[in-house]
T-cell receptor, first 111, second 110 residues
Framework: NAGVTQTPKFRILKIGQSMTLQCAQDMNHNYMYWYRQDPGMGLKLIYYSVGAGITDKGEVPNGYNVSRSTTEDFPLRLELAAPSQTSVYFC??????????FGPGTRLTVT | KNEVEQSPQNLTAQEGEFITINCSYSVGISALHWLQQHPGGGIVSLFMLSSGKKKHGRLIATINIQEKHSSLHITASHPRDSAVYICAVKEGGSNYKLTFGKGTLLTVNP
């Protein structure tokens, strides 16, 4: 099993550009999550999904969108990138609310 | 909103020392997670516990629900244990929402 995979690993965006961060898991987990990690701060939940077709906002959803058309994939869309979105983004998955498995992260810089 | 505090923020130890990292939280929870993050690396779940104590190799996690406190112990520490250790709590009534501490940076010198 590959576990949770994320692409790309690194990305530099100009202000106003858009991009999609990809996340996939092969563990048949129903729950998936997107977090951001800023220096010196705890992880913050952006969006989560409890199954295909069902998504909901987390703590810091502004500037982001998600979709969940399959169990495996949970892409995160950034529209009109802003410097405040410079961060490390982690995708995670779990079976129900149990142990979460994290992807390797995407380091995004917006300049 | 649950407040999760970890102490210390930074910890430097010599190889072989016994390490303790603490986590306290303000509101009752259904479970507590300990996670490990190596520099520039991903995040790995070490333990999920709701009561008592769990042990895995040289790592031991304990939780005291009444005192709203958990500890992560590392016995016979090794340089490869150098990482950020993160505490996260799941509030009662939520099946998904974790509130994370800011992490403790552990450096173990040979």
């Amino acid at each position: 099993n590959a576990g949770v995979t994320q692409t790309p690993k690194f990305r530099i965006l100009k202000i106003g550009q858009s991009m999609t961060l990809q996340c996939a898991q092969d563990m048949n987990h129903n729950y998936m999550y997107w977090y951001r990690q800023d220096p010196g701060m705890g992880l913050k939940l952006i969006y989560y999904s409890v199954g295909a077709g069902i998504t909901d906002k987390g703590e810091v959803p502004n500037g982001y969108n998600v979709s969940r058309s399959t169990t495996e994939d949970f892409p995160l869309r950034l529209e009109l990138a802003a410097p405040s979105q410079t961060s490390v983004y982690f995708c995670a998955s779990s079976w129900e609310g149990y142990e979460q498995y994290f992807g390797p992260g995407t380091r995004l810089t917006v300049t | 909103k649950n407040e999760v505090e970890q102490s210390p923020q930074n910890l430097t130890a010599q190889e072989g020392e016994f390490i303790t990292i603490n986590c306290s939280y303000s509101v009752g929870i259904s479970a507590l997670h300990w996670l490990q993050q190596h520099p520039g690396g991903g995040i790995v779940s070490l333990f999920m516990l709701s009561s008592g104590k769990k042990k895995h190799g040289r790592l031991i996690a304990t939780i005291n629900i009444q005192e709203k406190h958990s500890s992560l112990h590392i016995t016979a520490s090794h340089p490869r244990d150098s990482a950020v250790y993160i505490c996260a709590v799941k509030e009662g009534g939520s099946n998904y929402k974790l509130t994370f501490g800011k992490g403790t940076l552990l450096t173990v010198n040979p």
